[in-house]
């Protein structure tokens, strides 16, 4: 009996992630107190790490730039300087690397390779409209408004992000997310499901079974699988993602990220937190490490492994402040270029419409980078106002804000009528309906013009 080997080859191919552009993601999300907590952590673990006094006087960092331009270009092994370059096509598997297994992330991977080319910046943006239970926030109206695209096109948009995981993830209703996540199907139990989702939802609170049994000539048994199924789904799809969303609630204390301020000499940017030169590697790590390298005994390689490892671990965690800095730095030279008035002013009506996309694009960097950079962060104008991002991103904040500073003039004794309200943005250049304005002052905790004079 002849007996035939078979041999087979297989090559698997897999993408290791360079755990350097992990952290460097994670700093550069971080607001500065979450920085701060976190370098005391890493002082914890890591002895190579050090925290000294920053000298008194610092060298300008154009003069150095001038001086030695060489200590400032990315070394062969800093992976973050070449991901962050601007690139055309489509994102790759980097740009869209989470920081944190939090929802934003997970939805850019799952929507946009649905999405043509030219929608993709509109779903970016749809997603940054979800909020922490995941529904959409905002109504298809405001979001063309804000983007500036068609509502069809933001229609196109959610019933892409309809058929992504978490099932009914963007709904819009608490009915739209079951029903979302009954889709397919052809059950008599599901589609029993789907209607008293739609018409006895009461009923399946109040567990009548029997009239809805009657309703459609159905077993009471049947009518309890459908209940079944319909208490297996989850009123909040975005469960289980750890979220980094900003609380815009009046009266909560915040810290600025970022402080712009203008002097004699012209303006300053200032990243506000941890400073990268107050950081440095342990000089006994360093020295021992220097020393052991020229050795090779088995006793001398086991100790300079574990040496290797604690002193690149801190080197890579002070080049990750140090592009954190850098790149709010530059987010802030770029806004004083565009919002300068709005800067000096606090006045919203003197914001000019800006997109994450296009502040990527004039930085030089990818907008996911851009988007960690400035998500949940705060900047202080020279005003003193702190204000978040997302003014600069959004305009529906903005004219919320221009309604807030109208109903702050208007005369108590005869206050504005929504319609008047209207009239006085279209005066200032912001045309919307009177039932939007309706909306935002609702938003804003602000009474009916009626409710207004009584109070």
Not at 59 to 88: I, K, M, N, T
Not at 141 to 162: K, N, P, T
Request: with cysteine.
């Amino acid at each position: 009996m002849r007996q035939g080997f078979q041999q087979s080859q297989r090559q698997d191919v897999a993408l290791k992630v360079d755990p350097r552009v992990v952290l460097s993601s994670q700093v550069l999300q971080m607001n500065s107190m979450d920085l701060e907590q976190a370098l005391e952590a890493e002082l914890v673990e890591n002895p190579a790490l050090e925290r000294h006094e920053a000298p008194e006087e610092l060298p300008d960092h154009d003069v150095l730039r001038a001086v030695a331009p060489q200590e400032f270009q990315a070394s062969g092994d800093s992976w973050e300087p070449r991901r962050s370059l601007a690139h055309d096509g489509e994102p790759t598997w980097m740009e869209l690397l989470p920081a944190t297994a939090n929802l934003e992330d997970h939805l850019n991977a799952d929507l946009l390779p649905r999405l043509p080319e030219a929608l993709r910046p509109l779903g970016t943006w749809v997603i940054g409209c979800l909020d922490d239970r995941g529904y959409l926030a905002y109504p298809t109206e405001e979001i063309a408004l804000d983007f500036g695209c068609s509502i069809e096109d933001v229609e196109i948009v959610l019933a892409q992000l309809h058929r992504c995981h978490p099932a009914g993830i963007g709904a819009r209703t608490i009915h739209e997310c079951l029903l979302l996540q009954l889709r397919g199907g052809n059950s008599v139990e599901l589609k029993l499901a789907r209607n008293i989702v739609r018409h006895y939802l009461e009923e399946y609170a109040a567990r009548k079974s029997v009239r809805i049994a009657r309703r459609y000539r159905v077993m009471p048994s049947v009518v309890e699988c459908a209940f079944e199924i319909i208490t297996g789904l989850t009123p909040f799809p975005a469960e289980g993602f750890q979220h980094h969303r900003l609380n815009l609630s009046r009266g909560k204390s915040v810290s600025a990220d970022l402080i712009i301020s203008r002097t004699e000499q012209g303006w300053e940017v200032e990243v506000n937190g941890l400073d990268p030169t107050s950081l440095g590697i342990n000089r006994f790590y360093a020295a021992r490490l220097e020393k052991l390298s020229h050795r090779s005994g088995e006793s001398d390689r086991e100790e300079r492994r574990h040496l290797q490892a604690y002193v690149q671990r801190a080197r890579t965690f002070i080049e990750s402040v140090k592009l954190r800095r850098e790149t709010m730095t530059r987010v802030g030279k770029f806004l004083i270029e565009q919002q300068a008035a709005f800067l000096t002013t606090g006045d919203y009506s003197f914001l000019r419409p800006l997109t994450r996309a296009k502040l990527a694009d004039q930085v030089g960097v990818h907008e996911s980078t851009i988007s960690r950079a400035t998500n949940g962060k705060f900047v202080q104008i020279t005003t003193g106002e702190i204000v978040s991002f997302d003014v600069f991103f959004k305009a529906s904040l903005r004219v919320q804000k221009m309604i807030e500073e109208i109903l702050q003039t208007e005369n108590p004794g005869n206050p504005l009528s929504d319609e008047r309200i209207s009239s006085l943005l279209a005066e200032r250049g912001v045309h919307i309906a009177r039932r939007t304005v309706s909306k935002y002052r609702d938003r804003s905790k602000n009474l009916s013009s009626r409710k207004r004079r009584v109070a």
